[in-house]
């Protein structure tokens, strides 16, 4: 009987080596036997998405040109043009020198151009010495596409127009006209336009 027992357990014994010199055979041949691998993906060449181009940067120098009318109401409508990016916001102001009064109004350019008025009180505006002041106002009032162009501070202005801003806001373009109204004042010697009722 001791023989058997020992035959039995030779047996299993022998059987459990198999066991286990299978799992050895198939973990020594593994690296022989191509195993499905994830594939590294090659990088793609897919191309790459374009930049949104760049807004160019405003670089020619601020020209602005004002024609004022002087209607049959005595009221004035100050028309301009100009090299700025449309939707610029713009101040124009019309000053009556004497008094010091004032009258202003904010537009924005539209195809080059500005439309602003009429000034003055509703019984027309007395003869006199004016003045009519378009001023391009700080950086932080226009429209996002126009800092774009003229920079968060209007850094990007330039030419004989441009100027610091009074509140340290930045650069401001300011342009000037001085004009006189009314038959007394014909006999100047100041350059001025001379307006006429139409």
Not at 64 to 83: A, K, P, W
């Amino acid at each position: 009987m001791t023989a058997w027992c020992r035959a039995i357990g030779a047996g299993v014994m022998l059987m459990w080596l198999a066991g286990c010199g299978g799992s050895e055979e198939e973990a020594a041949s593994a690296p022989d036997d191509p195993e499905p691998v994830a594939e590294m993906a090659e990088p793609t060449s897919e191309p790459a998405p374009e930049p949104t181009p760049a807004v160019p940067p405003f670089e020619e120098p601020v020209t602005i040109d004002v024609t004022s009318r002087l209607g049959s109401d005595r009221r004035l409508t100050v028309e301009g043009e100009t090299n700025l990016p449309a939707d610029t916001r713009l101040q124009v102001l019309v000053e009556r020198e004497l008094s010091g009064v004032r009258w202003r109004e904010r537009v924005s350019v539209a195809e080059g151009g500005f439309v602003a008025g009429p000034f003055g009180p509703g019984s027309g505006l007395p003869d006199g010495d004016y003045l009519v002041v378009v001023e391009v106002q700080e950086g932080s009032v226009q429209p996002a596409a126009v800092r774009e162009r003229l920079g968060e501070e209007n850094e990007h202005l330039q030419g004989p127009l441009v100027e610091q801003s009074r509140h340290g806001l930045g650069q401001v373009a300011r342009y000037t006209k001085r004009f006189l109204i009314g038959d007394e004042t014909r006999r100047t010697q100041d350059r001025v336009e001379v307006m006429e009722i139409e």
